[in-house]
T-cell receptor, first 114, second 112 residues
Framework: EDQVTQSPEALRLQEGESSSLNCSYT??????LFWYRQDPGKGPEFLFT???AGEEKEKERLKATLTKKESFLHITAPKPEDSATYLC???????????????FGKGTKLSVKP | EPEVTQTPSHQVTQMGQEVILRCVPI?????FYWYRQILGQKVEFLVS????????KSEIFDDQFSVERPDGSNFTLKIRSTKLEDSAMYFC??????????FGPGTRLTVT
């Protein structure tokens, strides 16, 4: 069964204190791995897509990396406005079959204190 | 910047009633999806829609659910006879290239 596990469940940081969030996955055929940010009561906001091991993507204070078994979301010098739940999702299957539905992890709730 | 919109933002209904949740995907997108998130739980896939037909559905998407694209812009999710356990946030998403999916703000459905 395809599975996505995120850790930690919650993370409290001081402003400026860098850290990493983990997303490990067990899937039959990875087509892509996605990171989303979700604020309370809102829809997931797209951040990154990673397709192959060794790939890295950056956006402001965020950097996502991918290996064959897991992905990391590195947060450098976070600010209070980075506080949110960060969701990892995988897309599996073959081009002739699945139309690309996402399998989500439970998320990591990040709190950044000033 | 184009975005997915959803209406209503909050829907309260009584058990057994029918509800229709509406979505306007991003205009040049071809793939459409519905997901739901029960409070405190994971986002779960319900159904995908492409070329005017359902392309995939999850076990959750049983006979009480249906989707429709009634015109060139709207995409709807109908729940025929709501149950208490249908209370959740329902998210519509759309994709141009089959990869990145962009989500709407969600409709909070409360079944009493």
């Amino acid at each position: 069964e395809d599975q996505v596990t995120q850790s930690p469940e919650a993370l409290r940081l001081q402003e400026g204190e860098s850290s990493s969030l983990n997303c490990s996955y067990t899937v039959s055929g990875l087509r892509g791995l996605f990171w989303y940010r979700q604020d309370p009561g809102k829809g997931p906001e797209f951040l990154f897509t990673l397709y192959s091991a060794g790939e890295e993507k950056e956006k402001e204070r965020l950097k996502a990396t991918l290996t064959k078994k897991e992905s990391f979301l590195h947060i450098t010098a976070p600010k209070p406005e980075d506080s949110a739940t960060y969701l990892c999702a995988v897309q599996v299957g073959n081009y002739g079959g699945s139309q690309g539905n996402l399998i989500f992890g439970k998320g990591t709730k990040l709190s950044v204190k000033p | 910047e184009p975005e997915v919109t959803q209406t209503p933002s909050h829907q309260v209904t009584q058990m057994g009633q029918e509800v229709i949740l509406r979505c306007v995907p991003i205009s040049n997108h071809l793939y459409f999806y519905w997901y739901r998130q029960i409070l405190g739980q994971k986002v779960e896939f319900l159904v995908s829609f492409y070329n005017n037909e359902i392309s995939e559905k999850s076990e959750i998407f049983d006979d009480q659910f249906s989707v429709e694209r009634p015109d060139g812009s709207n995409f709807t999710l109908k729940i025929r006879s709501t149950k208490l356990e249908d209370s959740a946030m329902y998210f519509c998403a759309s994709s141009e290239t089959y990869y990145e999916q962009y989500f709407g703000p969600g409709t909070r459905l409360t079944v009493t």
